[in-house]
């Protein structure tokens, strides 16, 4: 791809560089969970908490004792309480971010009586169905109330409203939808749809809104899986649009509610199925998108990854080369459409009797990387999917996907569940960290006149001419489809231009409105192989 040379500006001093070549796929890092207990950090706290660190034997009642004793002997300037409040909030690390719930914006309505000694606020997590809101709320409690002068905390935890953070014009049915997760294996007969429905449920234990999308049309699962009590979409006239049948809370759409049965269609009539189906019907503000993706990876899988703002994929498989091969495609699959793949889940390893464990298709790919079945881990090193799950060949987990009660519902505290639940925890905590990273992946920076790029997947950041970028649109208007030569010239572009906004559109590109009104998508790869800005003068401080 041509590179057009961005001329240096008299207005902007800086340093332009080539762009690295990319040099593959990085394997994201887990953080380290909560409190910095460093002595050296803890010496520059207030008085009061680390008083209380060091006496960590001392009743909770006795400290708010102590403490209120300690406020009422204090002098508290005007305008403190809130800095002392939010220096003990921001001792709390969020573990999926890696940065405090200050910085990240979680702490919300917060009103302060200082001579009362009364603090309250709000912590609004990127989910409800957050696995660490219970350690956030009762570490927020315990810190303000460690602050001296405070005698009362009261804390209220929420979650954001659903929204989906890509940008563009999407169907009015996904509008409200914050993450939606597909469920594929690209292969029939390993356990997809019983992942998908218990995974679904699981997230909806966890506290989240949740819906199941049944994409398979040709053999619609969720009719079994699943008893509703009305098992028959229905059509809203006044919209034209289709409203979900319910079990459990969850909200559920298959072809086999349609009264059809099974398909007989094809290819681009059933694309057209799904579409209809999936962006017409009346979804509501969901938290997390189920979508149990059928076999293959042909028309109906590739239209579901274009039309769809897709967050995330879960792999399923067995302990079989035969299934991972048919896995391999499907990864490559997403991960030409920035799908990225966060779970690979195992199904049928292993089952228990007479107390010994045996394994019916080989003894465990996941933990036994060197016999044959080593597919398994190239496909993660290739890849770059960290979290694993197996789950045992069970007749109550087979049974459950005949009876029409999931498994995870019929009963929560077995050692299914369990795993389910990890899988869940696994899940929202990826969809938050991928949300972050798309969300501030490119931005612009006024103080210094330039783009801020923070690819997803990577730790570098490097900054960009926004008259480059411009300069370098691939599209129609910029470069003649039939001769590839550049139409936009070098000219045409003010140096001193300024994008009006940047959004992000899927998990491959940004969307970039300028001040003639054209808008611009730019995909991180093309990003990349820019000419940057080296050595930027930072902003004089007012």
Same mark, same amino acid.
């Given at each position: 791809?041509?590179?057009?040379?961005?001329?240096?500006?008299?207005?902007?001093?800086?340093?332009?560089?080539?762009?690295?070549?990319?040099?593959?796929?990085?394997?994201?890092?887990?953080?380290?969970?909560?409190?910095?207990?460093?002595?050296?950090?803890?010496?520059?706290?207030?008085?009061?908490?680390?008083?209380?660190?060091?006496?960590?034997?001392?009743?909770?009642?006795?400290?708010?004792?102590?403490?209120?004793?300690? *406020?009422?002997?204090? $002098?508290?300037?005007?305008?403190?309480?809130?800095?002392?409040? =939010?220096? !003990?909030? #921001?001792? %709390? @690390?969020?573990?999926?971010?890696?940065?405090?719930?200050?910085?990240?914006?979680?702490?919300?309505?917060?009103?302060?009586?200082?001579?009362?000694?009364?603090?309250?606020?709000?912590?609004?997590?990127?989910?409800?169905?957050?696995?660490?809101?219970?350690?956030?709320?009762?570490?927020?409690?315990?810190?303000?109330?460690?602050?001296?002068?405070?005698?009362?905390?009261?804390?209220?935890?929420? *979650?954001?409203?659903? $929204?989906?953070?890509?940008?563009?014009?999407?169907?009015?049915? =996904?509008? !409200?939808? #914050?993450? %939606? @997760?597909?469920?594929?294996?690209?292969?029939?007969?390993?356990?997809?749809?019983?992942?998908?429905?218990?995974?679904?449920?699981?997230?909806?234990?966890?506290?989240?809104?949740?819906?199941?999308?049944?994409?398979?049309?040709?053999?619609?699962?969720?009719?079994?899986?699943?008893?509703?009590?009305?098992?028959?979409?229905?059509?809203?006239?006044?919209?034209?649009?289709?409203?979900?049948?319910?079990?459990?809370?969850? $909200?559920?759409?298959?072809?086999?509610?349609?009264?059809?049965?099974?398909?007989?269609?094809?290819?681009?009539?059933?694309?057209?199925?799904?579409?209809?189906?999936?962006?017409?019907?009346?979804?509501?503000?969901?938290?997390?998108?189920?979508?149990?993706?059928?076999?293959?990876?042909?028309?109906?899988?590739?239209?579901?990854?274009?039309?769809?703002?897709?967050?995330?994929?879960?792999?399923?498989?067995?302990?079989?080369?035969?299934?991972?091969?048919?896995?391999?495609?499907?990864?490559?699959?997403?991960?030409?459409?920035?799908?990225?793949?966060?779970?690979?889940?195992?199904?049928?390893?292993?089952?228990?009797?007479?107390?010994?464990?045996?394994?019916?298709?080989?003894?465990?790919?996941?933990?036994?990387?060197?016999?044959?079945?080593?597919?398994?881990?190239?496909?993660?090193?290739?890849?770059?999917?960290?979290?694993?799950?197996?789950?045992?060949?069970?007749?109550?987990?087979?049974?459950?996907?005949?009876?029409?009660?999931?498994?995870?519902?019929?009963?929560?505290?077995?050692?299914?569940?369990?795993?389910?639940?990890?899988?869940?925890?696994?899940?929202?905590?990826?969809?938050?960290?991928?949300?972050?990273?798309?969300?501030?992946?490119?931005?612009?920076?006024?103080?210094?006149?330039?783009?801020?790029?923070?690819?997803?997947?990577?730790?570098?950041?490097?900054?960009?001419?926004?008259?480059?970028?411009?300069?370098?649109?691939?599209?129609?208007?910029?470069?003649?489809?039939?001769?590839?030569?550049?139409?936009?010239?070098?000219?045409?572009?003010?140096?001193?231009?300024?994008?009006?906004?940047?959004?992000?559109?899927?998990?491959?590109?940004?969307?970039?409105?300028?001040?003639?009104?054209?808008?611009?998508?730019?995909?991180?790869?093309?990003?990349?192989?820019?000419?940057?800005?080296?050595?930027?003068?930072?902003?004089?401080?007012?």
């Amino acid at each position: 791809m041509k590179i057009l040379q961005a001329q240096s500006s008299p207005k902007l001093p800086f340093l332009i560089s080539k762009a690295p070549k990319n040099g593959g796929l990085l394997l994201p890092r887990k953080s380290s969970l909560l409190l910095n207990s460093n002595p050296c950090v803890a010496s520059q706290r207030h008085e009061r908490f680390n008083w209380l660190l060091l006496n960590s034997s001392i009743s909770s009642s006795i400290s708010t004792r102590a403490a209120s004793v300690e *406020a009422n002997t204090s $002098k508290i300037t005007a305008g403190t309480g809130e800095k002392d409040v =939010l220096k !003990a909030l #921001s001792q %709390i @690390i969020d573990p999926d971010f890696g940065t405090d719930i200050v910085s990240c914006g979680f702490v919300k309505d917060l009103d302060i009586n200082e001579e009362a000694g009364e603090v309250s606020f709000r912590l609004e997590l990127t989910t409800p169905a957050c696995p660490v809101k219970d350690m956030f709320e009762k570490q927020a409690n315990e810190l303000v109330a460690a602050v001296p002068w405070v005698r009362k905390v009261s804390v209220t935890m929420s *979650a954001q409203p659903a $929204k989906p953070v890509y940008a563009g014009e999407l169907p009015m049915g =996904l509008q !409200a939808i #914050s993450n %939606i @997760i597909a469920v594929s294996s690209c292969k029939g007969g390993v356990g997809k749809s019983t992942v998908a429905v218990n995974l679904a449920y699981t997230l909806a234990d966890m506290g989240a809104r949740v819906g199941i999308f049944d994409a398979d049309v040709y053999g619609p699962s969720l009719p079994t899986m699943v008893s509703p009590e009305n098992r028959l979409l229905e059509m809203n006239p006044e919209k034209k649009t289709i409203i979900p049948t319910e079990y459990l809370g969850v $909200k559920l759409v298959s072809f086999g509610f349609a009264g059809q049965g099974r398909a007989i269609m094809r290819g681009p009539m059933v694309s057209g199925v799904i579409n209809q189906l999936l962006t017409t019907t009346e979804w509501g503000e969901l938290d997390y998108l189920v979508i149990d993706m059928p076999p293959g990876t042909g028309d109906i899988q590739l239209t579901l990854c274009q039309v769809v703002p897709l967050t995330a994929a879960v792999i399923v498989t067995t302990p079989q080369k035969l299934a991972f091969i048919d896995v391999a495609k499907g990864v490559r699959m997403f991960s030409k459409l920035k799908v990225p793949c966060v779970a690979v889940v195992e199904n049928m390893c292993h089952f228990d009797a007479d107390g010994k464990r045996y394994y019916p298709f080989g003894r465990g790919s996941v933990f036994y990387p060197n016999n044959r079945f080593c597919l398994y881990i190239q496909v993660v090193q290739q890849f770059g999917i960290p979290h694993l799950f197996d789950l045992p060949i069970r007749p109550t987990l087979s049974a459950s996907g005949d009876s029409g009660v999931p498994e995870v519902a019929a009963d929560p505290q077995g050692d299914v569940s369990k795993i389910f639940q990890e899988l869940g925890v696994c899940v929202v905590q990826q969809c938050a960290k991928i949300r972050q990273q798309v969300s501030t992946a490119v931005s612009y920076d006024k103080s210094i006149k330039a783009i801020r790029v923070k690819v997803p997947d990577s730790d570098e950041e490097f900054l960009l001419h926004p008259a480059t970028v411009r300069r370098n649109d691939r599209s129609a208007k910029s470069v003649d489809e039939w001769t590839g030569e550049q139409t936009l010239q070098y000219t045409d572009v003010l140096e001193d231009i300024e994008p009006e906004d940047i959004r992000p559109m899927g998990n491959y590109a940004v969307s970039i409105t300028w001040p003639d009104g054209f808008s611009q998508i730019a995909p991180y790869d093309q990003l990349q192989t820019l000419e940057r800005l080296i050595d930027v003068p930072q902003p004089t401080p007012v």
